[in-house]
Each structure stands twice: as C-alpha cells, then as structure tokens.
C-alpha cells in the first residue's frame, strides 16, 4: 500500500519531529517540514503533499493565514490543524479558512 505524503509545519523543531515521528508509525510519510508559513507555503508547491499538519503559531503569520496561502493555491487541500489552542471560536475560524479537522497537543499515534 502507497503511503500518504505528509507535509508538517510548526515553528517548534521539536514538535516538527514529535509530530513526524507519530506518523512514521503509520501508513503516512513525511516528504516536507517548515518552520513558518513562507516556508510552508513554497514546499507545499514543491511536494504536493495529501495532508497538511499545521500549528497555530508560526512566526510570520499564524496558521490560519498560512492555511488561506495553501488554499489559494490549492482549493482542494486537506490541512489539519495541530494546536494546544482550541476553542470555539478558534475552530470556526480555521473552517471558514478551509482546515479539515483539528486536533489537539499533545497529540498521539492514534490521534493522527
């Protein structure tokens, strides 16, 4: 079975690899990692990953925005939110913006 390309971004190296080694376990590969949405958004145009993981808190501009970026770029692309932040309001704003789902940190092998 092929596995599914992965790209992940958050501005913490730690997380990046956390998040990375999760889905190691599982039948998704990691083909890309940024640090920012700059970042993210080049690599995404170069890799062309199925799912996107993505933090809330970059440096250059928060997930939200970055996720607006990837979706102009590609209206079908899947982005899962990754956040210790999570509320209401925070949720609905990330929909309106195009994230598939959201999940929480720490996140799991099972969650992912």
């Known amino acids: ?31 890309a990692q940024a640090k920012d949405a700059a970042e993210a958004v080049q690599l995404y145009q ?13 440096p250059d501009a928060d997930g939200i925005e970055c996720t607006r970026r990837i979706r102009s770029i590609d209206s079908d692309a899947k982005i899962v939110m990754i956040s210790a932040m999570k509320d209401a309001a925070l949720v609905a704003k990330g929909r309106a913006a195009g994230v598939s789902a959201f999940l929480q940190k720490p996140v799991n092998t099972n969650d992912l």
């Open 46 to 58: 170069e890799t062309n990953p199925a799912i996107v993981t993505m933090d809330m808190n970059l």
């Open 1 to 31: 079975m092929e596995k599914v390309k992965v790209m992940v971004v958050d501005d913490s190296k730690i997380s990046r690899a956390m998040i990375s080694g999760h889905l190691a376990k599982t039948n998704f590969e990691v083909v």
